[in-house]
């Protein structure tokens, strides 16, 4: 069955960097997308980004641009998001979310645990 | 970005009860969008995709209909473990943006 396994909480201190892992079992890695999503406490979701297993494209929203970094290791089967110069505002959980395509558009169909990342002094 | 609206943001049923959820999009966005339910402390969980197919495994008292901009999630029959809260997003062009939610709470 389909498994995404995502690293275990972190707590950092503004101004750093966190890089957070999710690890895919149960299906061909390279042939779906993979979606990051955040979402702060208490509050709705946003979508961080979207990399390509292939060739490792990647795809930010606008507001982390600069910040962020996805890569993956198709050897291992693990997808990575790297946030650098945190602050207090990126506190939240972070999910992976397999992104597959149907009629040329990917959604995310299998969803992990969640990451909380806190960014505090 | 395209801006997606929800409604209405909570909503109060009873069991048995049938309710809908409305998503409408900025601008046109066809028929690419999802649905999702989130219940506290857990990952989003997808129910419907390309606005109306249901996703394997979802049982059919969910279902979705709109295409362009307006679009409905219909939950019949609400069980307790209905209640939760409700997404929509679209994937039809970058960024991919979510509704705010809807709150589906019992009565």
């Known amino acids: 069955q389909v498994q995404l396994v995502q690293s275990g909480a972190e707590v950092k201190k503004p101004g750093a960097s966190v890089k957070v892992s999710c690890k895919a079992s149960?299906?061909?890695?390279?042939?779906?997308?993979m979606y990051w999503v955040r979402q702060a406490p208490g509050q709705g979701l946003e979508w961080v980004g979207i990399?390509?297993?292939?060739?490792?494209?990647?795809s930010y929203a606008q507001k982390f641009q600069g910040r962020v970094t996805m890569t993956r290791d198709t050897s291992t089967s693990i997808m990575y998001m790297e946030v650098s110069s945190l602050r207090s505002e990126d506190t939240a959980v972070y999910y992976c979310a397999r992104g597959i395509v149907v009629a040329g558009r990917k959604y995310p169909d299998y969803w992990g645990q969640g990451t909380l990342v806190t960014v505090s002094s | 970005d395209i801006q997606m609206t929800q409604s209405p943001s909570s909503l109060s049923a009873s069991v048995g009860d049938l309710v809908t959820i409305t998503c409408r999009a900025s601008?046109?966005?066809?028929?690419?969008l999802v649905w999702f339910q989130q219940k506290p402390g857990k990952a989003p969980k997808s129910l419907i995709y390309?606005?109306?197919s249901l996703q394997s495994g979802v049982p059919s008292k969910f279902s979705g209909s709109g295409s362009g901009t307006d679009f409905t999630l219909t939950i019949s029959s609400l069980q307790p473990e209905d209640f939760a809260t409700y997404y929509c997003?679209?994937?039809?062009?970058?960024?991919?943006?979510f509704g705010q939610g809807t709150r589906l709470e019992i009565k």
């Open positions: 601008q046109y966005i066809s028929n690419y």
């Open positions: 390309a606005a109306s």
């Open positions: 997003q679209q994937y039809y062009i970058y960024p991919m943006t």
């Open positions: 990399i390509n297993p292939i060739d490792g494209s990647t």
């Open positions: 149960g299906y061909k890695f390279i042939s779906y997308y």
